[in-house]
């Protein structure tokens, strides 16, 4: 009996182990940019790539770049079992230290989209697929 009892101990913890609800949204991801400079809609090509964090069983990492002229940012952000996410995080932007706002995140069907702002400039829209 108790060798039964340790052996289904371990069955169980051995299944929470393998499930991460993270894995889902893990890979590479490339679409578009968008934002309006003087009314005109501009946009540009955007990839971005999401690992899990070693900080965090509830973070993944988001490295892309995030209006930083050819830098990629590397941002753990908090995401829901369900894909959403919003988070804010320091960062250099011309020269001039700036706060970069990250809003209506969500991961769905493959894809990836939100919206960040840095202040003084426009707000960026992101909408990427998994590849």
Do not use: H
Not at 59 to 66: L, M, P, T, Y
Not at 76 to 97: C, H, I, N, Y
């Amino acid at each position: 009996m108790a060798i039964s009892v340790v052996m289904m101990a371990g069955i169980t913890s051995c299944s929470k182990d393998e499930v991460d609800f993270r894995e889902k949204f893990v890979g590479s991801y490339s679409g578009n940019e968008q934002y309006t400079d003087g009314g005109i809609p501009v946009t540009s090509l955007y990839t971005a790539l999401v690992s899990k964090s070693s900080e965090s069983s509830s973070k993944v990492v988001i490295s892309a770049e995030f209006m930083v002229a050819g830098r990629t940012e590397s941002v753990a952000v908090e995401v829901s079992k369900e894909g959403s996410f919003f988070t804010s995080f320091a960062s250099v932007v011309d020269g001039v230290s700036q706060t970069v706002q990250v809003s209506s995140g969500k991961f769905a069907n493959g894809t990836l989209t939100y919206s960040y702002y840095v202040q003084g400039y426009v707000t960026y829209t992101v909408n990427v697929n998994k590849l």
